[in-house]
């Protein structure tokens, strides 16, 4: 129910107003509406247009967030003054603006509402320097948030792709060396082989020795990793026989031969096939066959890890993939872990605990892998390069949990309080910015309507993210 507005004197009693000029105090005067609510009435909805500014005048008002499907009461208040509803009415321009909260009367309740535009309008003539530094204020923290957060993006991709760089050099590496290697061992078969058509071997001979080769080439696969003391047991035991059946440099073949899973029965069945008149001949043709085998594993392997990290990174990027899509929580984990890879350092253990039975989840993946990184960021961070990483999920209720783990020295109580806040961090000046945090909770709460949270003590930090396991309507 609306009724006529207070009296100039009466709007003085209201601390907003008292030191208004009387030709302000009658503008208000004229233009404000007294609104009356009864108990349990909502008075404004979040998120609708903000068409009003409102002054409490009597009884009790709460103001609601919504934080993930529910309201959430941030603030209660009965005090005589307390303003709500359109507060950025200062602003040029009000097109967008919606109410940032609800706002329900907890008890019968009385409040002075003053139309947005052209209280805004008046208060802009009336005091044009404060407008000017109050909408100064709140565009510049906003540009100033947007700017930082984007140059922390900038910097976080910075590092994995240096992180990226660095770990698909040594496979591209590996395989660069492997190729010219295998280049060369090619070019020695091919000259071994002349050899052995020159001196006009039986064909039964050489389609024995090839025979042998087959078996020997496949054995590779199937050979059992010798420790180092093996190894070098292996290779005199290798060298040996060669120097018995008068194989000049032994020695080398036997390095080749040993890792290879290759014993001496195996080179008695070759001299068999062979006889000794070609033995040494048909010995380092095998040896370029198994040196062959081998630099081909090795560059199967180098160019396996370099498509295992182009994949990650695609899945990290979500590169091809529409932005909001059903997703396995597991995958974003996985690829941000390969893509951090470089920055974990040989003294952190990963341990993932994943319950693979958790169904997919409805996500923007690109930004929740986002989040992971962040937070392994920050528990690396914590960490000084040296501690247990632990990726958990789990299921609760009808919630996806993910928590991400550390051995850390933990968070001092009082500052666990604020570390989700835009701009606060714990680290030194220069090396954080306070967005990560602050970009994760936003990612978390606002965009997916789920939780992040935090416990920590020394040695035991969880950061614990909470994402509905359906989709949730639009807030």
Same mark, same amino acid.
């Given at each position: ?32 509406? @007294? ?8 008075? @404004? ?20 967030? /919504? ?23 200062? /602003? ?96 020695? /078969? ?25 078996? /020997?080439?496949?054995? @590779? ?92 990174? &695609? ?20 690829? *941000?872990? @390969?893509?951090?890879?470089? &920055?974990?350092? &040989? ?48 299921? &609760? ?63 035991? *930090? ?14």
């Amino acid at each position: 129910m609306t009724t006529a507005s207070l009296s100039p004197a009466e709007l003085r009693t209201l601390f907003l107003f008292e030191a208004l000029t009387d030709e302000q105090v009658a503008w208000i005067a004229e233009h404000a509406a @007294i609104e009356h609510y009864q108990a349990g009435a909502q008075v @404004i909805a979040e998120g609708e247009p903000a068409t009003c500014f409102y002054v409490l005048l009597s009884g009790t008002l709460r103001m609601c967030r /919504m934080v993930h499907g529910d309201e959430v009461e941030v603030v209660r208040s009965e005090q005589r003054g307390s303003y709500f509803g359109a507060t950025q009415f200062y /602003m040029t321009d009000r097109r967008e603006q919606g109410y940032g909260a609800s706002v329900y009367a907890v008890t019968d309740m009385t409040a002075l509402t003053l139309p947005t535009a052209e209280f805004g309008e008046r208060f802009i003539a009336w005091f044009p320097m404060a407008a000017h530094l109050l909408e100064g204020m709140f565009l510049g923290r906003r540009n100033i948030d947007a700017t930082v957060g984007r140059r922390e993006r900038l910097l976080a991709l910075g590092a994995l792709s240096a992180g990226l760089t660095h770990e698909l050099n040594n496979p591209a590496a590996a395989a660069v060396r492997a190729t010219s290697s295998l280049r060369e061992r090619v070019a020695g /078969m091919r000259h071994k082989l002349a050899l052995l058509a020159r001196n006009a071997i039986d064909p039964d001979l050489l389609e024995r020795l090839i025979d042998v080769q087959e078996v /020997m080439v496949k054995q @590779i696969a199937d050979a059992p990793e010798l420790t180092a003391m093996q190894t070098a047991d292996r290779e005199d035991e290798l060298t040996d026989w060669f120097d018995e059946h008068g194989v000049t440099d032994g020695w080398d073949l036997a390095a080749v031969f040993a890792p290879a899973g290759i014993t001496v029965d195996r080179l008695n069945e070759v001299r068999e096939a062979v006889g000794t008149e070609h033995l040494g001949t048909a010995l380092r043709w095998l040896g370029y066959a198994v040196e062959t085998e081998t630099l081909m594993g090795e560059i199967e392997d180098a160019t396996t890890r370099i498509s295992t990290l182009v994949g990650a990174a &695609k899945q990290y990027s979500q590169m091809d993939r529409a932005p909001f899509q059903w997703v396995d929580v597991h995958d974003g984990l996985v690829s *941000t872990l @390969i893509m951090m890879s470089g &920055k974990i350092g &040989k003294n952190v253990r990963v341990v993932k605990e994943f319950d693979r039975s958790l169904p997919h989840i409805p996500a923007y993946a690109g930004e929740l892998n986002q989040v992971w990184t962040n937070l392994v960021d920050n528990a690396l961070g914590a960490m000084k390069g040296e501690g247990t990483l632990t990726i958990r999920t789990s299921r &609760k209720n009808d919630q996806a949990l993910v928590e991400i783990c550390d051995t850390g020295p933990g968070i001092p109580e009082d500052q666990r309080e604020r570390i989700f806040e835009p701009f606060f961090t714990t680290k030194p000046v220069g090396e954080g910015t306070g967005l990560g945090l602050d970009i994760s909770w936003r990612i978390v709460v606002n965009r997916h309507h789920g939780d992040l949270r935090v416990t920590s003590e020394p040695g035991d *930090t969880r950061f614990q993210v909470l994402l509905p396991l359906t989709e949730q309507p639009e807030t």
